[in-house]
């Protein structure tokens, strides 16, 4: 009778923790009270440069909370684009509500998600950029599930974009613990990951354990991931995200005086 105790106090634990940032979120912020989504901010932030006045190629990824109690579990992230001289962004990115899931337009690029602010997870520019974009306009449409959405475990939104990512060489980002459905693999059971140096094993997104340079070490249990980033000098908590010192990604830094 000892073990079986056990075993059921190892699995209560177990979920307190996976729950606790989560629970956390809940009783910190807003999110679950967004009221209607129609009326939801979807403002630009002000974090991108103008299209109009920036003549260099630009490649960008967001995350922002996703809508409503969601965004106590997760994130929702996208990819922003601008060719070099275009006077406009597009925007790519997997949502839910469709039939063809993939939503691939002319946008502002770092527009509110539905009342949560984006966060920039990565900007390329310049020459690096140039070099990338074309595979990712490639990979965009080459989508596996153009027509399959399922918010848990995947295939979602960021299982999109860490697709996506995973197929561009040179386009390594690590993607925040917190965006559910970037370790939806489908039938794969080991890949490379979205970060470019490491490997991850996932089990179709329920449990896996993944280890890379950018996005340090993690556990997913349930589609909730936790871990640690000794690069970064940051812990990774269920629901909470990464806390760290500092990113391990890609991020345009200007030159003084420009």
């Not at 950018?214 to 556990?219: A, K, L, Q, S, T």
């Amino acid at each position: 009778m000892i073990k079986p105790v056990k075993w059921l106090t190892a699995v209560v634990a177990s979920l307190f923790i996976l729950l606790s940032g989560p629970l956390f979120m809940a009783a910190c912020t807003s999110t679950g009270n967004a009221g209607s989504w129609r009326t939801a901010d979807r403002s630009s932030a002000g974090i991108a440069p103008s299209a109009a006045t920036t003549r260099d190629a630009i490649v960008q990824v967001y995350a922002a909370r996703a809508w409503s109690w969601r965004g106590y579990f997760a994130v929702h992230t996208w990819i922003s684009t601008k060719d070099a001289g275009a006077d406009h962004w597009y925007v790519h990115e997997v949502t839910g509500w469709r039939r063809y899931v993939i939503n691939s337009r002319p946008d502002a690029p770092d527009r509110a998600w539905y009342g949560a602010k984006p966060e920039l997870i990565a900007d390329i520019r310049g020459d690096q950029a140039e070099q990338i974009l074309p595979a990712i306009l490639a990979a965009v449409p080459a989508y596996p599930w153009p027509e399959q959405y399922e918010a848990w475990p995947g295939p979602n939104s960021n299982t999109f974009v860490a697709w996506v990512i995973r197929q561009v060489p040179g386009f390594d980002v690590a993607l925040p613990n917190n965006a559910i459905g970037k370790d939806y693999l489908g039938d794969d059971l080991v890949s490379e990951v979205p970060g470019g140096t490491g490997y991850q094993l996932s089990l179709g997104g329920y449990f896996g354990l993944l280890a890379g340079l950018r996005e340090g070490v993690e556990i997913n249990l349930l589609g909730l991931s936790l871990g640690i980033n000794p690069l970064a000098l940051g812990i990774k908590l269920p629901g909470v995200g990464e806390l760290a010192l500092r990113s391990t990604n890609p991020v345009h830094q200007p030159v003084p005086g420009s």
